[in-house]
């Protein structure tokens, strides 16, 4: 191995950073346990996997190679299976890993906070989350002015999908065309990438969300954006009506996003039919099917109760918090040196 600098055996983050970053651990928990959550952990090496066509796995095979274990994308697979075994509130801090994501705002290792509460929901989660930021945004001596102490100021706010497109480009999207969220593309940006699918709505869509709508949520107060478009719900519910949304809300902090909830899918059948047209899109755009049966579909099918849960990405909220502007200067060793 050749070293890229005769400094890069050392860390990236400072002392300092990481003595907020502990302390600021210390604290999470704290929230959680008196929230009456319990710690748990769960592998980070299963044959399960959670097949996004978005993201991808490191694969681990076994030397006699009869058996591919995957690094977990997210911990949600076992962890919802203990909350259909035990229905109990739960919480977990934990490493994940994604392959290929790397930049300002990224690494494939990373730090992932991520709970299940029965008989929560995602809208109520909001509070939670708020709880568990402000607890732990409170570190530095000198916080982030969103930072308040109780009752002293505005809460987060919050926006639905279709008011924050509106308060960005003046249109809602969600009742809108294929055809027309391209022709929105192509008056608000411009360039837009080659190459872009033309009958992709979602792609269209997450290019406007990226490109126009997210650089403008949590700006000054960190703000909730909810109810996705359905066909970006993940593992998350579908409330059907004029327009169907999945029951989905992101934590923006000044444009980055910090956390993901779901109300959560529990239906079994639905479960096994996302998995399979995920996988067969990763087929569609060259990349290879994953297992898509699992686990947790038994689970659901012996019954998983009515629940919200919520994953936050740890090294953001520490970014935010401690005014860092790469992700790497909240870690030890980031891709480049680990």
């Known amino acids: 191995m050749t070293l890229l600098h005769p400094d ?23 929230v959680f346990d008196e929230a009456g959550y319990l710690e748990v952990e769960t592998p980070l090496l299963s044959r399960d996997v959670c097949v996004d066509e978005h993201i991808e796995p490191f694969v681990v ?33 934990t490493r994940a890993f994604r ?22 929901t995602y809208l109520e989660q909001m509070d939670l989350v708020e709880s568990v930021v402000r607890g732990v945004a409170e570190v530095p001596a000198d916080p982030p002015p969103w930072v308040l102490g109780e009752g002293s100021g505005e809460r987060f706010g919050r926006i639905n999908y279709d008011e924050a497109f509106d308060r960005a480009i003046g249109t ?5 065309s294929t055809a027309e969220v391209i022709g929105l593309a192509r008056r608000e940006l411009e360039t837009v990438p080659d190459g872009l699918d033309e009958s992709d709505r979602d792609a269209w869509l997450n290019l406007l969300l990226s490109e126009r709508v997210e650089p403008t949520l949590g700006r000054d107060c960190p703000e909730f954006l909810f109810d996705y478009p359905a066909s970006q719900a993940a593992l ?14 992101e934590l923006f902090i000044d444009g980055l996003e910090i956390c993901n909830g779901y109300q959560e899918l529990t239906d ?10 995920q996988s067969q899109r990763r087929v569609a755009s060259g990349r290879r099917g994953l297992p898509v049966t699992s686990r947790l ?11 919200a849960g919520v994953a936050l990405g740890f090294d953001r909220l520490v970014m935010r918090t401690l005014g860092l502007g790469r992700i790497e200067e909240s870690l030890v060793f980031p891709i480049a040196r680990a």
Request: charged fraction near 30%; charge should be negative.
């Open 297 to 307: 579909e038994a689970a659901q099918r012996a019954g998983l109760p009515d629940c």
């Open 172 to 176: 809602e999207v969600l009742g809108r």
């Open 236 to 249: 998350a519910r579908v409330r059907h009506g004029e327009v169907d949304v999945a029951e989905r809300m």
């Open 61 to 93: 095979p076994e030397p006699d190679g009869d058996t591919e274990f995957f690094l977990q994308t997210s911990p949600e697979f076992a962890m919802k299976r203990l909350v259909a075994q035990w229905g109990r509130p739960i919480f977990q801090v």
């Open 99 to 120: 392959c290929g994501e790397t930049g300002t705002r990224h690494n494939p290792e990373f730090t992932i906070v991520e709970w299940y509460e029965p008989g929560s």
């Open 8 to 30: 890069d055996w050392r860390a990236v983050a400072s002392w300092e950073v990481l003595a907020a970053r502990a302390d600021m651990l210390g604290r999470l928990r704290r």
């Open 268 to 277: 079994a059948d639905e479960l096994a039919e996302r998995m399979a047209s």
